[in-house]
Each structure stands twice: as structure tokens, then as C-alpha cells.
T-cell receptor, first 111, second 111 residues
Framework: DTAVSQTPKYLVTQMGNDKSIKCEQN?????MYWYKQDSKKFLKIMFS???????INETVPNRFSPKSPDKAHLNLHINSLELGDSAVYFC??????????FGPGTRLTVL | GDSVTQMEGPVTLSEEAFLTINCTYT??????LFWYVQYPGEGLQLLLK?????DKGSNKGFEATYRKETTSFHLEKGSVQVSDSAVYFC??????????FGGGTRLMVKP
């Protein structure tokens, strides 16, 4: 009965590849988010998305794109991976502007 | 833009010691303030929150008071346990429900 789940937990890939990270929530929430945590533990918002609006942090490269097949899912697609993309990526969800619940994270390593 | 500054760690304490982790913020408007905790290998969990000035959030023996005059939200606990060892993040939430995090403070509690 995991609330917010992410797959895979670990992802190791080569520079230049395209990869996706999946996120699913079973809380009935209508808003989902992606955060990036770098090696120094700094956490930054990347995207906020509901069925009406996508808010993008202006510092996020356009190689990153969120894709939402339905309200319960927000996948993160990354094109042309770079070394600096190595990080832990967290998905979160909320009901409107309520509390955000976080997934367990996906550790991405780009070689 | 909004920002959160918290003391750098690691903070190393003996069991039953008193804990303070400082957090200050810069924001327009009246943000809500949060403390999140990240245990090793896990995602973020909401520890406590305060939504307006002079509110005190509390949970599991941890407390923090929203001080508008000093733009601070310091985390305190009277007697820490080994199980409190984790990384603690101070955060603010803007009107768009986007979270801005501090850099995180690692707490290590020794028996």
C-alpha cells in the first residue's frame, strides 16, 4: 500500500542515453512534483504538474520533460544524459496545495 | 527569489543531549514553514510544520516556532536519541505550493 512509488530505485547509464523514471501515487492526489537532490544533498524543485498547469523551474534544462499519462502518474524523461545529471530524483504528490508526500527516490548515475 | 538557509553539519551529539538546528528564510508574502527528515536510504518525511507567525509545530519531541520578526524556524529537541540520526531539511512553501529547501543538516547521535 505504498503511497508514492518510483521505479527504478537505481539507474546506471551512459552519457548521451535517453532514460525515464516512473512515479505513481495511489493517494488520489491531483498535483505531482519532481525534485532533484545533488551529491551535496541540496534539494531543488524541477516541476509541478496538475491536469491544468505545468510549472517548470527555469533552471531545468529542456532535456528534462515530465509526462503524465493520467492523474496518478508523472514520469520524468531525460534526453541526452550528462554527467551532471547524476543525482537522486524524488517524486512527490499533493492534493491541491496541501502537504506533499515524497517517494523513496531514484538514484541516477551517469557514466 | 525565496531562499532558506540552515546551519551546515554534521552536528554530532551524544544521546540525551539538547538539539538546535538553525533555519532562517527569505520570502515574499507569508510562506508556510516545514521541517522534513530524511533517514539513510529513504525519501523525505514531513516532521512538522507551521503556517503562520508564532505558530509552533511539534512532532516526536521536536519543536519549531515560526518567528516572523527574525524570519526563523529553528528546530529543537530536548533529548535526542540514536534513532534521530538523519538529515534534516528546513523548507518554505510559497503560494503556488512549491517547496524551497535549505541545504540540509546531518545529525549524528552517538550512544
Amino acid at each position: 500500500d505504498t503511497a508514492v512509488s518510483q521505479t527504478p530505485k537505481y539507474l546506471v547509464t551512459q552519457m548521451g542515453n535517453d532514460k525515464s523514471i516512473k512515479c505513481e501515487q495511489n493517494l488520489g492526489h491531483d498535483t505531482m512534483y519532481w525534485y532533484k537532490q545533488d551529491s551535496k544533498k541540496f534539494l531543488k524543485i524541477m516541476f509541478s504538474y496538475n491536469n491544468k498547469e505545468l510549472i517548470i523551474n527555469e533552471t531545468v534544462p529542456n532535456r528534462f520533460s515530465p509526462k503524465s499519462p493520467d492523474k496518478a502518474h508523472l514520469n520524468l524523461h531525460i534526453n541526452s544524459l550528462e554527467l551532471g545529471d547524476s543525482a537522486v530524483y524524488f517524486c512527490a504528490s499533493s492534493l491541491g496545495k496541501g502537504e506533499q508526500f515524497f517517494g523513496p527516490g531514484t538514484r541516477l548515475t551517469v557514466l | 527569489g525565496d531562499s532558506v538557509t540552515q546551519m551546515e553539519g554534521p552536528v554530532t551529539l551524544s544521546e540525551e543531549a539538547f538539539l538546535t538546528i538553525n533555519c532562517t528564510y527569505t520570502a515574499t508574502g507569508y510562506p508556510s514553514l516545514f521541517w522534513y527528515v530524511q533517514y539513510p536510504g529513504e525519501g523525505l518525511q514531513l516532521l512538522l510544520k507551521a503556517t503562520k507567525a508564532d505558530d509552533k509545530g511539534s512532532n516526536k519531541g521536536f519543536e519549531a516556532t515560526y518567528r516572523k520578526e527574525t524570519t526563523s524556524f529553528h528546530l529543537e529537541k530536548g533529548s535526542v536519541q540514536v534513532s534521530d540520526s538523519a538529515v534534516y531539511f528546513c523548507a518554505l512553501r510559497d503560494a503556488g505550493n512549491m517547496l524551497t529547501f535549505g541545504g540540509g543538516t546531518r545529525l549524528m547521535v552517538k550512544p
